[in-house]
């Protein structure tokens, strides 16, 4: 879920193709929770194949890639790794939701509320060691990268911006900002139409930017004083200070300066504040991986999504033609995949 520091941040709307020949990365697990909390049936359920395993995220990678690709995007996924020993808590918290929101979930079925229902499914999505494997062997399959970072995704995925490996990250939260990514691409894999919660209106998800640099200037404040603002409000990490909102937490930061002014004049204390903040200023990241995109394996596709899972051949053979033909259409788009 990342932090809650939205409202403070400009960010502009953009078109897919403005990031013609951009390599997006894009953090994997926040877009699969998005991939199998959208893409469902009316009544809640996830996609499915006969033998009862989910498929929403398979379908995600395929049809959404294939746009993205299609724009001239070079996508590399980012895989989480071992998380942090202070955002377990979290985990523990997130994993209890998640297990309410089942019996919510049922309970709203047996009474015929669908909306309801709707809602407690989405909330009750997992992304578990089965969607990662089948997820990490279509991207194969298709000729997209990924890389497994030793611990935070988003963390990993900033490195290789910092690095130049990448231009962009793709991710609904804001914790790349954190992890000082120039820029952040938000509703990159799940533009469309959407229903507003509990209202029959449906509203434009565009994909936005959002530039640190830019932000930081019109707030200002400096990249430090941004994570202080971060951990006021609370993180994957802490839970924050009772009562103190984004919008407070810059007023008091510009005010006094440092988290440590405000606690001291506030008499407060923000447990293990030095690590908090090196979790976001020195994550562990490696060097470790090689990007390089490739042709579809047709057949590999095919075998999987149809042969395993159910999938219409037709469906998948027409996105897989879409896929080829931008791989190896003419030169110029050559030269932009090898």
Avoid at 21 to 30: E, S
Avoid at 50 to 69: A, D, E, F, K, Q
Avoid at 111 to 134: F, N, P, R
Avoid at 163 to 178: C, E, F, H, T, V
Wanted: with cysteine.
């Amino acid at each position: 879920m990342g932090v809650d520091i939205g409202e403070l941040l400009h960010r502009s709307t953009i078109e897919v193709s403005d990031l013609s020949l951009d390599i997006v990365a894009i953090d994997a697990f926040n877009t699969l929770y998005q991939f199998l909390s959208i893409i469902r049936q009316r009544d809640g359920t996830p996609l499915k194949d006969s033998r009862g395993n989910v498929t929403s995220h398979l379908s995600g990678i395929l049809y959404r890639m294939t746009n993205i690709v299609e724009a001239g995007v070079k996508p590399v996924f980012i895989f989480d790794g071992k998380p942090p020993e202070m955002k377990l808590s979290t985990i523990r918290k997130r994993n209890e939701v998640r297990e309410s929101a089942k019996l919510k979930y049922a309970e709203a079925r047996e009474k015929g509320l669908a909306e309801e229902a709707y809602k407690y499914a989405q909330a009750s999505s997992k992304v578990d060691a089965a969607i990662v494997e089948d997820s990490m062997r279509l991207l194969s399959l298709m000729g997209i990268p990924f890389v497994n970072a030793p611990s935070e995704g988003e963390a990993q995925a900033a490195h290789m911006v910092k690095k130049g490996d990448a231009d962009k990250i793709a991710s609904q939260d804001y914790d790349s900002l954190l992890f000082g990514c120039p820029e952040v691409i938000r509703n990159l894999t799940i533009s469309g139409k959407r229903k507003l919660p509990k209202k029959n209106i449906y509203v434009d998800v565009k994909p936005e930017i959002i530039d640190l640099g830019k932000n930081l200037d019109e707030l200002g404040i400096n990249q430090i004083q941004l994570i202080d603002i971060a951990i006021c409000v609370g993180t994957d990490y802490n839970e924050g200070i009772e009562g103190i909102g984004p919008k407070k937490a810059l007023k008091l930061i510009k005010e006094y300066g440092s988290l440590e002014n405000i606690l001291n004049e506030k008499g407060l204390q923000i447990p293990q504040l030095d690590q908090l903040r090196d979790l976001f200023l020195r994550p562990q990241v490696t060097d470790d991986y090689s990007l390089k995109w490739k042709r579809p394996d047709t057949d590999g596709v095919v075998s999987l999504l149809c042969d395993e899972h159910d999938f219409s051949r037709d469906r998948v053979v027409n996105a897989l033609q879409r896929l080829d033909a931008v791989s190896g259409s003419d030169q110029s788009t050559l030269d932009r995949w090898f």
